[in-house]
């Protein structure tokens, strides 16, 4: 047991003196939480404190109808602006978003004939249904206005529309819950977690596999057999170094995260840790077989970095895999990137019992085991 300390020990203080090592387990984690973090912050599900959303009004002599049409768009987080018909010029880019209304709307509307909308948008399938929505709401509540104004006033004014506003309201609709509320993680919610997970594999995989590379080339290896201490210790200690490298990662990250991002881990931590304690292992494992396969150094960190990425991708680690297409979701359940990050979400994101994950956990130690049984047979001194 003292020969698997000594040579986990003398692994980690070597991969702690690489600069590159040092870069990519303190200095780029933070760097990625910030930019996926402020990329991802645009699938949020819900729309609560999102920025409003612009869109291009067109309506000719719109009338009255205009400030109430206006006042329900901007309820509904939308920053309308106003014009009487669309002009695309060299100097104005056309429009993302048009509501286009009917001409003279409000005298339609005075006179009880109907008028008709359109919407048109250039964003993805998923953001505009959710515009839709959105938009409808609006238009439906104006009709509601409509209604009770020309019910209860003289005529159908803004003077009616106004006193339709500031009436108080009569009936308050309470709304909870039924059942555990779920969100597509965005923000620093999707980035951490899954720039945490990344980096543990890209780490391991590149830096941890590089170095038993090196170790062999030089030579170094051949010391070892010929100390007195078995090939099992061996591979066990090289284990452990890699580990404790995986370890100082995830450490680093979630005290990154947390104190930095501001993250909030839910209320089940200890679950979570155990989650990427079962991650490292997994990472300690690949990255020890990928040292054994690996010919060169340059082969080494060139494959870790090829499989760390597409992981990460397939996995979920760079956008919620909600809004991935359906054979991406497929893909994520078969790869270990995918398990881990379902885990992390359903404690974090969806604050699932922990009891939850436990299938992924298990598997991930299979996954690990498997990868450390590779690695010892293909182990070899030279």
Same mark, same amino acid.
């Given at each position: 047991?003292?020969?698997?300390?000594?040579?986990?020990?003398?692994?980690?203080?070597?991969?702690?003196?690489?600069?590159?090592?040092?870069?990519?387990?303190?200095?780029?984690?933070?760097?990625?939480?910030?930019?996926?973090?402020?990329?991802?912050?645009?699938?949020?599900?819900?729309?609560?404190?999102?920025?409003?959303?612009?869109?291009?009004?067109?309506?000719?002599?719109?009338?009255?109808?205009?400030?109430?049409?206006?006042?329900?768009?901007?309820?509904?987080?939308?920053?309308?602006?106003?014009?009487?018909?669309?002009?695309?010029?060299?100097?104005?880019?056309?429009?993302?978003?048009?509501?286009?209304?009917?001409?003279?709307?409000?005298?339609?509307?005075?006179?009880g004939e109907p008028v008709s909308v359109v919407y048109d948008t250039k964003s993805n399938s998923l953001t505009r249904t959710f515009e839709e929505i959105r938009i409808q709401r609006a238009l439906y509540t104006v009709l509601a206005d409509v209604i009770?104004?020309?019910?209860?006033? /003289?005529? %159908? $004014? #803004?003077? !009616?529309?106004?006193? =339709?506003? @500031?009436?108080?309201?009569?009936?308050?609709?309470?709304?909870?819950?039924?059942?555990?509320?779920?969100?597509?993680?965005?923000?620093?919610?999707?980035?951490?977690?899954?720039?945490?997970?990344?980096?543990?594999?890209? /780490?391991? %995989? $590149? #830096?941890? !596999?590089?170095?038993? =590379?090196? @170790?062999?080339?030089?030579?170094?290896?051949?010391?070892?057999?010929?100390?007195?201490?078995?090939?099992?210790?061996?591979?066990?200690?090289?284990?452990?170094?890699?580990?404790?490298?995986?370890?100082?990662?995830?450490?680093?990250? %979630?005290?990154?995260?947390?104190?930095?991002?501001?993250?909030?881990?839910?209320?089940?931590?200890?679950?979570?840790?155990?989650?990427?304690?079962?991650?490292?292992?997994?990472?300690?494992?690949?990255?020890?077989?990928?040292?054994?396969?690996?010919?060169?150094?340059?082969?080494?960190?060139? %494959?870790?970095?090829?499989?760390?990425?597409?992981?990460?991708?397939?996995?979920?680690?760079?956008?919620?895999?909600?809004?991935?297409?359906?054979?991406?979701?497929?893909?994520?359940?078969?790869?270990?990137?995918?398990?881990?990050?379902?885990?992390?979400?359903?404690?974090?994101?969806?604050?699932?019992?922990?009891?939850?994950v436990l299938p992924n956990v298990l598997v991930l130690i299979v996954a690990a085991a498997v990868f450390g049984v590779l690695a010892a047979r293909r182990f070899q001194y030279e």
């Open positions: 047991m003292r020969d698997i300390f000594f040579i986990g020990w003398q692994d980690v203080r070597f991969q702690l003196r690489d600069g590159s090592t040092l870069l990519w387990l303190f200095v780029m984690p933070p760097i990625f939480f910030f930019f996926i973090g402020t990329v991802t912050s645009g699938f949020s599900s819900g729309m609560s404190g999102a920025q409003a959303t612009k869109l291009t009004v067109v309506a000719e002599n719109p009338g009255f109808l205009k400030e109430q049409v206006d006042l329900r768009l901007v309820a509904n987080d939308f920053a309308p602006e106003w014009v009487e018909s669309l002009e695309t010029t060299a100097e104005k880019a056309p429009a993302t978003r048009t509501l286009t209304f009917d001409a003279g709307m409000s005298n339609k509307v005075v006179a009770i104004a020309d019910a209860t006033a /003289v005529s %159908l $004014t #803004s003077d !009616a529309l106004a006193a =339709v506003n @500031e009436a108080p309201r009569v009936w308050a609709l309470e709304v909870s819950p039924a059942g555990a509320r779920q969100e597509i993680p965005s923000g620093f919610e999707q980035a951490v977690p899954g720039i945490l997970v990344m980096f543990t594999l890209l /780490v391991l %995989l $590149t #830096s941890g !596999a590089t170095m038993l =590379v090196q @170790e062999r080339t030089k030579g170094l290896l051949r010391r070892l057999a010929s100390a007195p201490m078995s090939r099992g210790d061996v591979i066990a200690g090289k284990w452990q170094g890699r580990m404790v490298l995986a370890a100082i990662q995830v450490s680093t990250a %979630l005290v990154i995260g947390t104190f930095l991002f501001k993250m909030d881990w839910g209320p089940n931590l200890a679950a979570v840790i155990i989650v990427l304690v079962a991650w490292a292992g997994f990472c300690a494992s690949a990255g020890l077989w990928l040292g054994t396969v690996a010919k060169t150094d340059a082969q080494a960190g060139g %494959l870790g970095v090829l499989a760390a990425n597409l992981l990460a991708a397939l996995g979920g680690c760079w956008w919620p895999i909600e809004v991935a297409p359906d054979w991406m979701q497929v893909v994520q359940k078969l790869i270990p990137t995918g398990w881990t990050m379902d885990a992390l979400h359903k404690l974090i994101s969806f604050q699932a019992e922990p009891m939850s």
